[in-house]
T-cell receptor, first 116, second 110 residues
């Protein structure tokens, strides 16, 4: 079974709709991240969480919100979707800095979102 | 603040030829450096990383990278590529939070 899973894998929605993307992990990591990937722009950090009570904005958090329901679950919401939020969204996890895996981030398979 | 520059958005290479994918970074503090690979329709996976110590780092699938502090570079190399190396490659820099480059698409020509 995959260590980091994302649901749904593909989603089509309409402008103005609220949607939620979910991420679950079985790696036991405290740290979780949400990125979006756009062609030619690489990955950009939306939000990150270093533990269940810690939520931080990334470089492009406007229009997004997150919820850390448990150590293993981190959800991303688009409150009112717009077409320029069409992108590939990735969740990732990592150990704390200095941990055995040395800051390596482990990625889920991604959610492809299309906003019409 | 930290940033990463991948100068080449696309690199075509003949099968069994060597390849170098370039990465330059900037940071005001010491950081870790990473190369990730994304195969078609998949998530990212770690190729290799530099944390400290030897500046030549070996990773999976025959790739290696050299950390050059004076040139602030972390170029990725492979002496002989295969069709299966077709993918997008991302350089990343950071400590606790990663900043990714814009990616280099490696295309292998049979």
């Amino acid at each position: 079974d995959a260590d980091v899973t994302q649901t749904p894998r593909n989603r089509i929605t309409k402008t103005g709709k609220r949607i939620m993307l979910e991420c679950s992990q079985t790696k036991g990591h405290d740290r979780m991240y949400w990125y979006r990937q756009d062609p030619g722009l690489g990955l950009r950090l939306i939000y990150y969480s270093f533990d269940v009570k810690d939520i931080n904005k990334g470089e492009i958090s406007d229009g997004y919100s997150v919820s850390r329901q448990a150590q293993a679950k981190f959800s991303l919401s688009l409150e009112s979707a717009i077409p320029n939020q069409t992108a590939l969204y990735f969740c990732a996890t990592s150990e704390p800095a200095g941990g055995a895996s040395g800051e390596t981030q482990y990625f889920g398979p991604g959610t492809r979102l299309l906003v019409l | 603040a930290q940033s990463v520059t991948q100068l080449d958005s696309q690199v075509p290479v003949f099968e069994e030829a060597p390849v170098e994918l370039r990465c330059n970074y900037s940071s005001s503090v010491s950081v870790y450096l990473f190369w990730y690979v994304q195969y078609p329709n998949q998530g990212l996976q770690l190729l290799l990383k530099y944390l400290s110590g030897s500046t030549l780092v070996k990773g999976i699938n025959g790739f290696e990278a050299e950390f050059n502090k004076s040139q602030t570079s972390f170029h990725l190399r492979k002496p002989s590529v295969h069709i299966s190396d077709t993918a997008e490659y991302f350089c990343a820099v950071g400590y606790e939070k990663l900043t990714f480059g814009t990616g280099t698409r490696l295309t292998i020509i049979p």
